[in-house]
């Protein structure tokens, strides 16, 4: 047993957490940006190969948060609203969709010319 695991969770939710890898995601800066967490191996405990496999990942998970928070940020300023909504996803989707009709037609128009 670790001292530093906190059990409530496991208690409030009938979960048994048997092992656990738990590492901070940082962005290019050393800045803590997220934490990542890895419970209950399939099989054994988790190795020294685990945690070098899961920095690796960080490595460009962290800055890709980093950035993801940042646009996040940006959009909830740039719209006035409190929380990300897609709405520019879903605009710039619909604008790419509409294009794509727009030169559909003109391709259709130049095979009736032919």
Known sequence: ?????????????????????????????????????LINKRKGTFTLEDEQIMEAFLVIAGPVLAQSQLFQQRTNSSDGGDEFNG??????SANIAHENTIQEGDEDDEDEEE
């Open 1 to 37: 047993e670790d001292s530093r695991f906190n059990q409530d969770v496991d208690k409030r939710s009938g979960y048994r957490t048997h092992t656990i890898l738990c590492m901070p995601c940082q962005d290019s800066d050393g800045n803590v940006v997220g934490v990542i967490q």
């Open 87 to 92: 709405k520019g996803v879903i605009n710039h």
